[in-house]
């Protein structure tokens, strides 16, 4: 089947514009979670999803960075008035439930750079 | 706060033989989870192992075992008869029991030479 996809893979951006990056998870798996990862680093926690509630937001660092899922499916993950530190790589994954039974399956990413 | 540290940011071995990746951690929680993800040039993360905090028995898949030191906080990979295409970014990764974000190490780059 299908996996999680992100799209765009790259996105390229100047600094102070908006960016909006998608999440497509596997079909059926009702939790979402997005990461940022930059160079040379392990994903760094941003935000969960059950269902359609943020349940964890915990990770985002400043009110900048917003995330929606608003039918339990498809995330967004927006950003405002970008910044260079923004640069990374944006991962998402999905489970089926929530816990550490239920894998995470990752996507391949969206690599953002701000210039 | 619960941190991962991975102490070896690179490694290399040659096919067939054996690596171990370090990985300690710190956490003053009792239950909780431990991971090893697998990143190639692609990108995607891949589960390799997971380890239960309340199980003293090692996880194995495979190739891949883990050395799991509950009191010491270290939990090493180990992969035996190596392939070309385990060469990846490897990251050891802790969930605190209830919680569902990963926490991930710095990662160890590991390359497997024909």
């Known amino acids: 089947g299908a996996g999680v996809s992100q799209t765009p893979s790259n996105k390229v951006t100047e600094k102070g514009k908006y960016v909006e990056l998608r999440c497509d998870p596997i079909?059926?798996?009702?939790?979402l979670y997005w990461y940022r990862q930059s160079l040379g680093q392990g994903p760094e926690f941003l935000i969960y999803f059950q269902g359609t509630g943020a349940a964890d937001d915990s990770g985002l660092p400043n009110d900048r960075f917003f995330a929606v899922r608003p039918e339990g499916s498809v995330s967004t993950l927006k950003i405002q008035r970008t910044e260079r530190g923004d640069s990374a790589v944006y991962l998402c994954?999905?489970?089926?439930?929530?816990?550490?039974?239920?894998?995470?399956?990752f996507g391949p990413g969206t690599r953002l750079t701000v210039l | 706060a619960q941190t991962v540290t991975q102490s070896q940011p690179e490694m290399s071995v040659q096919e067939a033989e054996t690596v171990t990746l370090s990985c300690t951690y710190d956490t003053s929680e009792s239950n909780y989870y431990l991971f090893w993800y697998k990143q190639p040039p692609s990108r995607q993360m891949i589960l390799v192992i997971r380890q239960e905090a309340y199980k003293q028995q090692n996880a194995t898949e495979n190739r891949f075992s883990v050395n799991f030191q509950k009191a010491a906080k270290s939990f090493s990979l180990k992969i035996s008869d190596s392939q070309l295409g385990d060469t990846a970014m490897y990251f050891c990764a802790f969930m605190r029991r209830g919680a569902q974000k990963l926490v991930f190490g710095q990662g160890t780059r590991l390359t497997i030479n024909p």
């Open positions: 994954a999905s489970s089926p439930g929530q816990g550490a039974y239920n894998e995470q399956f």
């Open positions: 079909s059926g798996h009702t939790a």
